[in-house]
């Protein structure tokens, strides 16, 4: 079974950076899209950012300038640097890959656990 396994959450003060890892396991033929996703307390699931197999990426407006998105294909591996992170950053923050199991599989959408990111003074 594949697996995504996170990492690099903490308590940051505001202006101060963190880097979030999730690594893929199990069984992987390919990765599709890979991306971020995080959900503040009282708020809805929102998509943070995505990144192509080739490397295209995309942000949500509030993170723009200060969030990238960035893969590592030989490790199937996807990573989040955050800088200048404000109060309203925090929220548990959760990856989200497409992965084909087999070259004869559809891609098929796996979470991570999630990491606390909390961002306060």
């Known amino acids: 079974q594949v697996r995504l396994t996170e990492s690099g959450g903490g308590y940051v003060q505001p202006g101060e950076s963190l880097r979030l890892s999730c690594a893929a396991s199990?069984?992987?033929?390919?990765?599709?899209?890979m991306g971020w996703y995080r959900q503040a307390p009282g708020k809805q699931r929102e998509l943070v950012a995505t990144?192509?197999?080739?490397?295209?990426?995309n942000y949500v407006d509030s993170v723009k300038g200060r969030f990238t998105i960035s893969r590592d294909n030989a490790k199937n591996t996807v990573y989040l640097q955050m800088n200048s992170l404000k109060s309203e950053d925090t929220a548990v923050y959760y990856c989200?890959?497409?992965?084909?199991?087999?070259?004869?599989?559809?891609?098929?959408?796996?979470w991570g656990q999630g990491t606390q990111v909390t961002v306060s003074s």
């Open positions: 989200n890959a497409q992965i084909r199991a087999s070259i004869s599989s559809s891609g098929v959408d796996y």
């Open positions: 199990g069984r992987i033929f390919s990765i599709n899209a």
């Open positions: 990144i192509s197999s080739r490397g295209t990426t």
